[in-house]
C-alpha cells in the first residue's frame, strides 16, 4: 500500500518535462479497427484498410515454441501469464508516454506498481541518450501494405531512430527476439517511404519486473537484412491471406458436383 509521501512522489514525477519536442515530422494520423470477419487489427488510413504489423509476424511466425511452453504450464496458466503481461506492458507503455510528453501520469492499481518502476528505468537508462523526439505513439504505414504504431521516433546519440519499448518477465536472448527486429525493420521501412527520412537505427528497450534492463541496436547493413526479412514475411502473409480467399471462395454453379 501506498502512503501520502509515494502519492506525492507519482504526482511530482508526472510534472516532470518530457524529451525536446521536434516538428521535423507531420505524422498522419489513423484510426485502429478490429476486423469483425478475423479479429485480427487493421488500420484505417486514408480510406484504406491495412493489416497492422504485429497481425503479420503473428500469423507467419513459428508456433511451435508457443505451442511446448503452453503444453509445459497448462492452458489455463498460460493465459492468465499473457493477460498479466499484456496489461504490464500496456501501463509501462502509458508511463513512458506520459513522461514523454510531459504530462502527468498517476496510477496507483496493482499493476501500475509493478509498471512504474520498469517504467522509471528505461526512462533512466535508455531515454538518455535521446536529444529530441519527432513523435510518441507514431502510427506508421506503407501504402498498400502494412500499418502500425511505433512507440518513439527520435534523434537518438545523432541517428534518427526507431524505439520500441518492451517488457518481458525475463531476461531475453537475442535470438528469441527476431520479430522485435522485423517489427522495427517495418516501421523503419515505412516512414522513410512516406516521409522520405533516412532511419539509420532501431532501438529496443526491454526491463524485466525485477529491473533488468536490456537494449538491443540494429543500424546499417544489419538494418538493412532486416529489412529484407521483414518484406519475405509480408509476402508470406499475403500469400496466406489469398489462399483463404480461395478457400472460402463461393464455388460457381459449373463446379458444383452431386
Avoid at 510534472?15 to 507531420?26: D, H, I, T
Avoid at 509498471?115 to 523526439?133: C, H, N, Q, S
Avoid at 539509420?200 to 544489419?222: N, R, S
Amino acid at each position: 500500500m501506498m502512503n501520502d509521501k509515494d502519492i506525492k512522489e507519482y504526482h511530482a514525477i508526472g510534472k516532470k518535462p518530457g524529451l525536446k519536442k521536434s516538428n521535423k515530422y507531420n505524422y498522419i494520423t489513423g484510426k485502429q479497427l478490429t476486423d469483425p470477419g478475423s479479429g485480427t487489427r487493421v488500420y484505417d488510413i486514408d480510406n484504406s484498410r491495412l493489416p497492422s504489423v504485429t497481425t503479420i509476424l503473428g500469423a507467419t511466425k513459428n508456433q511451435d515454441f508457443i505451442k511446448k511452453w503452453k503444453a509445459k504450464v497448462g492452458d489455463q496458466e498460460a493465459e492468465r501469464i499473457k493477460n498479466h503481461s499484456s496489461n504490464r506492458g500496456t501501463c509501462m507503455h502509458k508511463f513512458l508516454e506520459h513522461y514523454v510528453l510531459g504530462t502527468g501520469c498517476v496510477d496507483l492499481t496493482r499493476i501500475g506498481q509493478e509498471a512504474r518502476p520498469m517504467a522509471d528505468k528505461i526512462i533512466e537508462i535508455g531515454l538518455t541518450p535521446v536529444e529530441e523526439y519527432y513523435g510518441s505513439e507514431v502510427t506508421l504505414h506503407y501504402p498498400g501494405l502494412y500499418a502500425g504504431s511505433t512507440d518513439l521516433v527520435c534523434l537518438h546519440n545523432g541517428m534518427e531512430t526507431i524505439v520500441d519499448f518492451k517488457q518481458s518477465n525475463r531476461p531475453k536472448k537475442e535470438e528469441w527476439i527476431e520479430d522485435y527486429y522485423l517489427q522495427i525493420a517495418m516501421y523503419a521501412m515505412a516512414h522513410d517511404y512516406v516521409y522520405g527520412s533516412k532511419i539509420k537505427q532501431g532501438v529496443i528497450m526491454v526491463c524485466t519486473p525485477d529491473l533488468y534492463y536490456q537494449e538491443f541496436k540494429t543500424e546499417g547493413a544489419d538494418l538493412k537484412q532486416w529489412k529484407h526479412k521483414a518484406l519475405k514475411r509480408i509476402d508470406m502473409y499475403n500469400e496466406l491471406k489469398h489462399d483463404e480467399k480461395e478457400r472460402t471462395k463461393p464455388m460457381k454453379a459449373e463446379e458444383f458436383t452431386k
